[in-house]
């Protein structure tokens, strides 16, 4: 009954703006520049926002990271053109220790929220949810307009950091008080740390808009037929994504909410015990408690991974099964993980804080159950791999991006039992092995996540193909470079070197890997230049890539491939086709693929 | 002049990639999507396998290279624990690891596209999946079980002979208490502090329980083979007491006091030998981000012979002494600039600090 019911919502808002679809349809009676591509309310343009947006910011990002990889790789070299770059930051061309902080601080807060939430929850929530579930567009755009508007405010503000006089925000990506409440204490905690403050702010406003919407969206405004266990699992995994940021981002907002008061109203929420060195005073604040804010960065900062996570797992597992020509194994299973980890992620935050002096018992409890973490974990593993076998694989770009992002899901997610355990973690915590560990899973990862949707969705965002020899070279470099990066520095971690040292040399125990910190840096190099192809080839191949001129260029079973070729807002010219099963019929009774639109047939096998 | 020759170097690759990438798409079109599909997929195939090959030999080789720098054999009863723990988890993991990824490279490269092959409907098998829900969940409890019974024993209570001593962390070193003959340590007040008259904790003169404490800077002593509990704490910003060759760690949180334990294994004098190292000393590392001179916060520990920590302790003023009986007020930093190894320390940091001020 609710489907039909959204039906003739739909019905209704066709109608009601009188768009007409032919079979290009771009163009659209009202439509100016502003309202096309600047507040645009069609999910395909915010979704193309959200992704150009993430894309410079992971430039920018990255960036970073060959900086200061250039200090930790050649700590006794100067490089004068950085001060004709960073000006006093980089005096004799020698990156300052404030400026290395500022650089580690925000390269993490820029890839862990702009790009990969904000760029990859963004881009393909808003392009696949209307498209793969048969909507025309998501449940309120005007709200998913101010997501984009929202997220494009927070990234001017963090932008406008970077350039105040006092230096960006520097304490880390995760904002520990007492450190980032006083300007005191850390030059990057002076302005630096309000506009952060601001930014995220804003950040989390974006990022709940656009979560209500998806939610809303998947729930009640799926077309005829598509029940739950229809959908494809790239929308199981953006729905999981959208819960977890719903839920725990507010908690980071009353958090860092807190921390501004302990900065300027004189509050003692996080401050206790202080005497600064700096100033020769003791500071009046007495009986908070640092520890309360790592609780409550981390009742978000945990769900963060498995929101920048999820929605890479369900790309690769929709791309694995459209390029095995087979289904993807144990659809249930799948779903049934994706939403044990949703629910464990609530319940792990504390494994961050095993060495902050938090009580033996209660440390327990939290490796218990981040140790649960893996089975979920390894039934989508182990789902993956079966999917491949005797599949009859086309190694397209996204696949290989598909292939590789389980390969390194394995190899980080297997770190992680390493760091969940107390007992390892007393030894490990805050070393470069946390750091390998991370970057692994949930960076490179999540990258490989993104570039594999990236290169299956660009022939139907924007009609042509991306370069192919580009990609390929692309793949392996990326692939190969992030393992050499990577791989080694958990043998760092393992001597107990700590993570965030600009200069290792002053260290008897430390200073054993100078060879093996210029080699990463080298390579992070290679890799870095290596995407900047990519991007070269992403907006080169808008213009003039090969053009797409089948509706269905993968053969997959999806709704988003029974649109237009180039579709417009609305998605469908006319109605929006009904769907008669489940959307991995891959290689069933002898056909290479059947679409979700096709009515079941008398004679069809069950599975 | 030579970044900008690198720079041209990197900008004429890229051209020329650019130019293959364009004529490799021309090609393609030319010999057909579908045979071309097919060479591309076959490239492909074989990169997976050899990436596999390749990737096996470099996990060996960085093995090989870099197995004897990790830090030797754990100086301390707990690090030994920790490191039986982490040869646990390798093992198990390990096997996980080479089984799950040979299997995705061998199967991308064997059920790679062809003409000929039609892919195996097979969209569940609730056995299998039930074996690899089971099989990870029993190795998972054999992880927690040991993890558990060895995190418990290193955070239990310290043995009531341990010898205490109180750390406090500031930016950006670190200061030692000892209890003095008492073994109690007198009572101490943050807004005491006053590096001026050489009162770097606070310390209450009121509390005669103060009187004879001893307060160091830079180098901690302690006994071989006699447990000791370390008290931590923060003066100002969280920092955090690394230990790396005793396995060690725990935050130093300004206003909560933390505490760990563990009995050294070696003295320092030992572990010169046994490395074939003069130089080497335990180290400190601040393992929390604490500032602008983090990398360069070091303490050492001299781990030393019951004998030898008594004649140390001999020559050392209690910080009440200091103040009182030297009746001049003691010059700034006195306490942590004086000792003995501070000179040494850590010179490019230092050098690299005073740029900057």
């Known amino acids: ?607 | 002049m030579s970044t900008i020759f690198l720079l041209l170097i990197l900008l004429l690759g890229f051209l020329i990639t650019f130019q293959i990438a364009k004529a490799s798409e021309y090609v393609g079109i030319l010999k057909g999507e579908k045979k071309n599909l097919e060479q591309n997929n076959r490239i492909n195939g074989f990169l997976m396998i050899a990436f596999l090959v390749l990737g096996l030999i470099g996990v060996y080789c960085c093995n090989e290279m870099f197995k004897g720098r990790i830090l030797g054999e754990a100086a301390s009863d707990h690090g030994e624990k920790i490191d039986n723990m982490l040869y646990i988890t390798i093992a198990i993991t390990g096997v996980v690891f080479f089984i799950t990824q040979i299997l995705l490279f061998w199967f991308a490269f064997k059920y790679q596209y062809s003409e000929k092959r039609k892919a195996y409907y097979f969209p569940h098998n609730n056995k299998l999946e039930l074996i690899w829900t089971v099989i990870p969940a029993i190795a998972l409890t054999v992880l927690v079980g040991f993890g558990l019974y060895y995190w418990f024993r290193i955070t239990g209570d310290a043995p009531k002979d341990a010898m205490q001593v109180e750390v406090t962390g500031k930016q950006f070193a670190w200061i030692f208490r000892y209890p003095g003959k008492d073994n109690i340590f007198g009572k101490k007040y943050f807004r005491n502090i006053n590096d001026e008259k050489d009162n770097q904790l606070g310390l209450l003169w009121d509390d005669p329980a103060s009187h004879d404490d001893l307060v160091v800077g830079n180098t901690m002593y302690l006994i071989v083979n006699k447990p000791v509990r370390l008290i931590i704490n923060s003066r100002d910003v969280i920092h955090d007491v690394g230990l790396s060759h005793f396995r060690m760690k725990m935050d130093a949180v300004p206003g909560t006091p933390t505490t760990m334990w563990f009995t050294p294994k070696f003295t320092t004098e030992e572990m010169r030998k046994k490395l074939n190292d003069p130089e080497f000393e335990y180290e400190i590392s601040c393992d929390q981000m604490c500032g602008r001179g983090h990398f360069s916060m070091k303490g050492i520990i001299r781990v030393v012979t019951q004998e030898e920590f008594i004649l140390w302790r001999a020559k050392e003023k209690p910080n009440y002494a200091r103040v009182f009986t030297d009746n001049a007020p003691a010059s700034p930093g006195k306490t942590d600039s004086t000792k003995a190894p501070t000179a040494k320390i850590n010179s490019t940091a230092a050098k690299l600090l005073a740029q900057t001020k």
């Open chain 1, 1 to 607: 009954m609710s489907n039909e019911a959204t039906l003739h919502g739909h019905a209704e808002v066709g109608t009601s703006h009188e768009v007409h679809h032919d079979e290009h349809g771009m163009h659209h009676h009202k439509e100016t520049f502003i309202t096309k591509y600047v507040f645009s309310q069609d999910h395909k343009m915010i979704c193309k926002q959200f992704l150009i947006t993430g894309m410079i910011w992971a430039i920018l990002g990255g960036l970073m990271s060959v900086l200061f990889r250039l200090q930790l790789g050649y700590p006794d070299s100067t490089f004068p053109w950085l001060e004709d770059v960073l000006g006093k930051w980089a005096k004799g061309g020698k990156i300052q220790p404030e400026a290395y902080y500022a650089l580690v601080t925000m390269h993490g807060t820029v890839l862990v929220f702009f790009v990969l939430t904000g760029g990859l929850s963004g881009t393909f929530a808003n392009y696949l949810i209307p498209l793969q579930i048969g909507a025309r567009d998501m449940a309120s755009p005007f709200l998913n307009m101010l997501s984009y508007w929202f997220f494009w405010m927070a990234s001017v503000v963090i932008l406008s950091s970077l350039f105040i006089e006092t230096g960006p925000a520097s304490g880390g990506w995760t904002v520990y008080p007492p450190l980032s409440a006083l300007g005191d204490a850390n030059l990057g905690s002076k302005a630096g740390m309000d506009f952060w403050i601001i930014g995220m702010a804003l950040f989390v406003v974006s990022s709940l808009l656009g979560g209500l919407n998806y939610i809303t969206t998947i729930l009640n405004m799926r077309t005829k037929g598509m029940s739950m266990t229809r959908l494809p699992l790239t929308i199981w995994a953006l729905f999981f994504t959208a819960v977890l940021g719903v839920l725990s981002f507010p908690v980071l907002l009353s958090g860092l909410i807190l921390l501004l008061f302990d900065r300027h109203a004189g509050t003692s929420f996080y401050l206790s015990d202080i005497f600064l060195t700096s100033t020769r005073q003791a500071l009046p604040n007495e009986g908070g408690s640092a520890i309360l804010f790592q609780h409550l960065f981390w009742f978000l900062g945990h769900p963060e991974v498995y929101i920048i996570i999820l929605p890479a797992m369900g790309i690769v597992s929709e791309v694995m099964a459209v390029n095995s020509r087979k289904p993807i194994f144990g659809y249930m299973a799948m779903i049934g993980s994706l939403f044990a980890i949703a629910i464990l992620a609530f319940l792990v935050w504390a494994h961050h804080m095993f060495v902050t002096g938090l009580n033996p018992f209660l440390g327990s409890v939290f490796v218990l159950l981040t140790l649960l973490i893996a089975v979920p974990s390894a039934i989508k593993v182990f789902n993956w791999i079966t999917t491949i076998w005797r599949g009859n694989i086309r190694f397209t770009a996204s696949m290989l991006f598909a292939i590789g992002f389980v390969s390194l899901f394995i190899s980080g997610g297997l770190t992680g039992i390493f760091l969940g355990n107390s007992t390892l973690d007393i030894h490990l915590h805050d070393t470069l092995f946390v750091v390998a560990h991370f970057h692994i899973v949930m960076g490179v990862s999540a990258f490989f996540g993104m570039f594999c949707g990236i290169y299956h969705w660009f022939p139907k965002m924007f009609g042509r193909y991306l370069n192919n020899t580009m990609s390929y070279i692309h793949f392996w470099v990326t692939f190969a470079g992030a393992y050499l990066i990577f791989w080694p520095m958990h043998y760092e971690g393992l001597a107990g070197m700590p993570r965030r040292y600009l200069d290792y040399s002053g260290w008897h125990s430390f200073n054993q890997f100078g060879g093996l910190n210029r080699f990463i840096s080298t390579v992070a190099m290679i890799v870095f230049a290596v995407q900047l192809m990519f991007v070269f080839n992403f907006f080169y191949s808008i213009f003039k890539g090969r053009k797409v001129t089948s509706q269905n260029p993968w053969g997959a079973n999806t709704l988003e491939w029974s649109t237009p070729i180039r579709p417009g807002h609305g998605n469908w010219p006319g109605e929006i086709p009904e769907v008669h099963r489940w959307a991995y019929d891959y290689g069933k009774d002898g056909r290479e693929f059947i679409p979700q639109t096709e009515p079941i047939s008398a004679n069809e096998s069950k599975h």
